[in-house]
């Protein structure tokens, strides 16, 4: 499928690895040039000269750290205008509900809501002005069905999806969509350190861990960020102008519900 995006411009934010990259390099796929950002500089650069080998495209790496004033004003500026952006960052560390403190929900709903929301504020103008614009916010399954050891992240990214469900309807009339990807348990270095913990907690070994876990999915495994990737990419397209304000869930089946 021509997803009709090719020419136009990305910032997909935290993607040197897991997956913003799987959407960074979906997007590149299908022809779309791309800011990408991380902290860390190595391995950003090695997914921007992969990028560019493999697809083609022009890509910008900008190594900061996306949850900062200034890190988000320096990709910002080296972003300048773009047709599509994606928003991610890490995600908060586990616990239980007593131990946090409110710094800990300040750094949290920083990361995992107030960043998103800057991001937006700062591109959907531009978007709106050209009358064409995508958005996609990686969020969790954690906004569907909590996950008690991440009350963290299951607070800050359900304030985010309650300012995506009416920020969406406020644009969607200028061609722009914000929708929302949630993931559940893919094959990352994020799943990974959660394997580590439950690997702790149990007594076990990682591959034990990682079995124990996969069993739960329906699919009997962990989703990748290719497939992740592809998702993003296709609501990112030209065909996808129809969807607006949905939280899609990519998990494997694994939480049970009827809807
Ligand atoms: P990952 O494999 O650990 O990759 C995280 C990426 O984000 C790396 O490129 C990392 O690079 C970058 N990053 C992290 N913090 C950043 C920051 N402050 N500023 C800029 N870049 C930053 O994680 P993932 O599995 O792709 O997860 C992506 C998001 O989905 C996370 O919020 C995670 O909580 C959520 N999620 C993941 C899963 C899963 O099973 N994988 C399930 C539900 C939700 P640097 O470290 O160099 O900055």
């Known amino acids: 499928m021509d997803l009709g995006i090719k020419g136009k411009k990305a910032l997909v934010c935290a993607a040197s690895k897991g997956l913003g990259r799987g959407c960074a390099a979906a997007l590149a796929e299908a022809g779309v040039d791309l800011v990408i950002n991380a902290r860390g500089d190595a391995a950003l650069q090695e997914t921007a000269a992969h990028l560019r080998k493999t697809y083609r495209v ?3 790496a900008v190594a900061a750290d996306i949850t900062t004033q200034a890190g988000r004003a320096e990709v910002l500026t080296a972003a300048g205008d773009v047709d599509i952006l994606v928003t991610n960052a890490g995600g908060p560390p586990p616990g239980l509900w007593s131990d946090w403190s409110r710094d800990d ?3 949290a709903l920083d990361g995992n809501m107030l960043t998103p929301i800057a991001l937006m504020q700062a591109m959907l103008p531009g978007m709106i002005a050209r009358k064409w ?8 399954g954690s906004v569907k069905a ?3 050891q991440l009350g963290l992240s299951n607070a800050a990214r359900t304030g985010l999806t309650g300012f995506v469900a009416g920020t ?3 644009v969607a009339e200028h061609g722009v969509t914000i929708n929302n990807l949630l993931p559940g348990i ?3 270095d994020r799943a990974l350190s959660l394997d580590g913990g439950v690997a702790k907690a149990q007594g076990i070994d990682l591959a034990e861990a990682k079995k124990r876990r996969a069993a739960t999915i329906p699919t009997r ?3 990748t960020a290719e497939e992740f990737g592809a998702a993003c990419a296709f609501l990112c397209s030209n065909k996808a102008g129809y969807i607006v304000g949905q939280n899609i869930l990519l998990d494997g089946g694994a939480i049970n519900a009827t809807i």
């Open 58 to 60: 022009e890509v910008t």
């Open 105 to 107: 929900f300040i750094k």
């Open 133 to 140: 614009g995508r958005v996609v916010n990686i969020t969790s």
């Open 146 to 148: 909590p996950i008690p």
């Open 168 to 170: 969406a309807r406020q």
């Open 186 to 188: 893919h094959d990352t």
């Open 221 to 223: 495994r962990y989703g």
